[in-house]
């Protein structure tokens, strides 16, 4: 069977549980997590969205993991959470996304996912204020960041 086409755009949200800032994003995920092992949780709310027929439209889901190691490495076991408003199908719809499945950014990490823990619904709460903003969901996720702003008077 063919995997429906999809889209989907919203709002992303990523923590880490390294100093400061990711050493990751410099390293294309080669370098080892500030504290050995990394603990991450990335958050999409679907602003808009499709997956075939089935509207994804309002839809935050978050993506849990752990990595032993550098994340070039592998061996990531990970989990989802899908808002509770979710029906059966846009569960379904997302966990393919998500997972690499159905194609799109994710297949490339889909190959270093040594075990997928299932995904489950959760109320998933997003606050926005600026550059400051949390996700929080029934004591599963609490997660919260504010932008590094730069100093704009030493610009041309």
Same mark, same amino acid.
């Given at each position: 069977?063919? @995997?429906? !086409?999809?889209?989907?755009?919203?709002?992303?949200?990523?923590? %880490?549980? /390294?100093?400061?800032? /990711? &050493? /990751?994003?410099? @390293? $294309?995920?080669?370098?080892?997590? =500030?504290?050995?092992? %990394? *603990?991450?949780?990335? @958050?999409?709310?679907?602003?808009?969205? !499709?997956?075939?027929?089935?509207?994804?439209?309002?839809?935050?889901?978050?993506?849990?993991?752990? =990595?032993?190691? &550098?994340?070039?490495?592998?061996?990531?076991?990970?989990?989802?959470?899908?808002?509770?408003?979710?029906?059966? $199908? $846009? $569960?379904?719809?997302? =966990?393919?996304?998500?997972?690499? =499945?159905?194609?799109?950014?994710?297949? &490339? #990490?889909?190959? #270093?996912?040594?075990?997928?823990?299932?995904?489950?619904?959760?109320?998933?709460?997003?606050? *926005?204020?600026?550059?400051?903003? !949390?996700? @929080? *969901?029934?004591?599963?996720?609490?997660?919260?960041?504010?932008?590094?702003?730069?100093?704009?008077?030493?610009?041309?």
């Amino acid at each position: 069977m063919a @995997t429906p !086409s999809w889209s989907i755009s919203g709002r992303y949200f990523e923590t %880490c549980s /390294c100093d400061f800032v /990711c &050493p /990751c994003i410099l @390293t $294309q995920m080669t370098a080892r997590p =500030t504290k050995g092992a %990394c *603990t991450f949780a990335m @958050t999409l709310h679907i602003e808009r969205g !499709s997956f075939g027929h089935v509207s994804l439209d309002g839809i935050p889901f978050i993506v849990l993991g752990m =990595t032993p190691g &550098p994340m070039s490495e592998g061996n990531w076991s990970i989990g989802l959470i899908v808002d509770e408003r979710a029906s059966d $199908q $846009q $569960q379904e719809a997302i =966990t393919a996304i998500a997972s690499g =499945t159905a194609g799109g950014p994710m297949v &490339p #990490l889909a190959g #270093l996912i040594g075990k997928f823990l299932g995904a489950e619904r959760a109320p998933i709460a997003i606050d *926005t204020d600026g550059v400051k903003w !949390s996700v @929080t *969901t029934d004591g599963l996720v609490d997660m919260a960041a504010e932008g590094a702003m730069g100093d704009r008077s030493t610009q041309p």
